[in-house]
């Protein structure tokens, strides 16, 4: 199957062996694929296999190039194939690369993550983001003795299965956001509530508040698409956690170090209790990471009893990887360049889109942002369902044939890297508004 109705520079024929290589990979792995993320799942078609990434671009194996928003889902803020984490991989591999054994790679890489985040005074690296949010929620509830936990509809914290409620990403792309497989009894403790809505927060707390051992929220959501947190909402996430004796948990897999070296939090000046990473603390090799005031982190076996472990966390090709790109983030602070292409960008697909008479909003926090097919500014998950997915998948691959690769879903977030140049943006910008005016014209 394959791009729904526009033809462009990149021949579907041309996606041959892509098509071949997915037909073989359904064979072996559910649905092809070892992501549902990646399934195309939210615009039809088949997805695309990739051979290399240099910069901003991918490079797919059927010979075509892309410019990419994708960035591995968020850990590419350096672009692909930097040549400082290259090389710092490639001398962690030439010594070994897992000892099961402390190193001073991860003294290098919890330092670096300590010295960014104010609110990090001791830190646990493991595998993945996942593991960073399911570890961040037994220790929260290990710390308190209590048992509940709040989160919010649209906001997605892996495949946790306590959290696999409502949740967004592929889960909600995918239309499971009660996962199969999560029993009640593992969801029973676990409230979701809607995302910007103080008050609703407060009669939570008002009517739980001693059994509730955190909340757990995306200081700005990528996982409906881009949506900001109210500031109502941030105080309320505040001052009612410490009130009630709860603890406030920014999981900042997709924010951390990408929308300031210091995350979401910095930028939005609230104090978690406890943070979770991912993504790009790892350069693109798996890296998760919890941490928060030393007084709760002790808990964590060995300091304390509550239990978390894992064979391969912070293993020396990834801590290289991390430190690398950590270093080049704080050193280069492309910040201020992320800022003005990321903008760019916005400005071009918003005035793209209504030039095209297309009902539409951009939400944009620093290098992450949606184009959402909806008149109404996103706030929650409630509006953010109501989208036009079919108009986004027309826009997903309008852009796609023109070797523009955007996320293949309207619930997910576009990444811009320091490797974009503006001329990237504005090619995107063009393709934008040809893709958009023939949707108009449907
Ligand atoms: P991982 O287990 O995929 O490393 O991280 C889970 C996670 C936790 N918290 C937030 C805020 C996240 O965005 C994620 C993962 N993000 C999705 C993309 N929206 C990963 C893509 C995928 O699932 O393949």
């Known amino acids: 199957m394959?791009?729904?109705?526009?033809?462009?520079?990149?021949?579907?024929?041309?996606?041959?062996?892509?098509?071949?290589?997915?037909?073989?990979?359904?064979?072996?792995?559910?649905?092809?694929?070892?992501?549902?993320?990646?399934?195309?799942?939210?615009?039809?078609?088949?997805?695309?296999?990739?051979?290399?990434?240099?910069?901003?671009?991918?490079?797919d194996i059927d010979g075509n190039r892309y410019?990419?928003?994708?960035?591995?889902?968020?850990?590419?803020?350096?672009?692909?194939?930097?040549?400082?984490?290259?090389?710092?991989?490639?001398?962690?591999?030439?010594?070994?690369?897992?000892?099961?054994?402390p190193t001073l790679a991860e003294n290098e890489l919890a330092e670096l993550i300590i010295e960014a985040v104010p609110s990090v005074e001791k830190v646990r690296l493991v595998n993945s983001g996942t593991e960073a949010t399911m570890s961040a929620l037994r220790l929260a509830r290990g710390f308190t003795?209590?048992?509940?936990?709040?989160?919010?509809?649209?906001?997605?914290?892996?495949?946790?299965?306590?959290?696999?409620?409502?949740?967004?990403?592929?889960?909600?792309?995918?239309?499971?956001?009660?996962?199969?497989?999560?029993?009640?009894?593992?969801?029973?403790?676990?409230?979701?509530?809607?995302?910007?809505?103080?008050?609703?927060?407060?009669?939570t707390f008002a009517e739980h508040g001693p059994r509730i051992a955190a909340v757990i929220f995306e200081p700005v959501v990528g996982n409906m698409g881009c949506v900001a947190p109210t500031a109502d909402f941030l105080s309320a996430l505040r001052d009612l956690t410490v009130k009630h004796g709860a603890l406030l948990i920014c999981d900042e897999v997709m924010t951390g170090f990408r929308v300031a070296y210091g995350g979401a939090q910095s930028r939005l000046g609230i104090t978690p209790d406890l943070t979770t990473l991912g993504k790009i603390v790892g350069g693109g090799l798996p890296v998760g990471a919890y941490g928060g005031r030393a007084k709760i982190m002790d808990h964590v076996l060995p300091a304390g009893k509550v239990f978390q472990a894992g064979t391969l966390s912070g293993n020396p090709l990834a801590t290289a990887a991390g430190i690398a790109t950590l270093k080049l983030l704080r050193d280069e602070s492309p910040y201020a360049k992320l800022e003005q292409l990321s903008a760019r960008l916005a400005a071009g697909l918003d005035r793209a889109a209504t030039v095209a008479g297309i009902p539409h909003t951009v939400a944009r926090v620093g290098s992450m942002m949606t184009l959402f097919f909806n008149p109404e500014a996103v706030t929650n998950w409630e509006v953010a369902n109501a989208c036009d997915v079919e108009q986004f998948s027309k826009y997903f691959w309008g852009l796609l044939v023109q070797g523009i690769y955007m996320p293949c879903s309207q619930f997910e977030a576009l990444f811009v890297s320091a490797a974009h140049r503006a001329a990237d943006i504005d090619a995107t910008v063009s393709a934008a508004a040809e893709v958009l005016a023939k949707i108009a014209r449907i």
């Open 67 to 101: 410019i990419d928003y994708i960035g591995s889902w968020g850990p590419m803020i350096l672009g692909h194939n930097h040549p400082h984490v290259l090389q710092a991989v490639q001398s962690a591999a030439a010594r070994g690369t897992s000892f099961g054994a």
């Open 145 to 203: 003795s209590r048992d509940v936990v709040i989160k919010f509809a649209g906001n997605y914290h892996g495949h946790v299965d306590s959290l696999l409620v409502a949740a967004g990403s592929s889960a909600a792309t995918l239309g499971v956001p009660n996962s199969p497989g999560v029993t009640s009894g593992t969801t029973k403790d676990t409230l979701v509530l809607s995302y910007n809505d103080p008050a609703g927060l407060e009669a």
């Open 2 to 59: 394959g791009a729904p109705g526009f033809s462009g520079n990149i021949d579907p024929n041309r996606r041959r062996r892509s098509q071949a290589a997915f037909a073989r990979a359904k064979q072996l792995m559910p649905g092809g694929v070892n992501s549902p993320a990646r399934a195309f799942g939210g615009v039809g078609g088949e997805p695309i296999f990739f051979e290399r990434g240099d910069g901003a671009y991918l490079f």
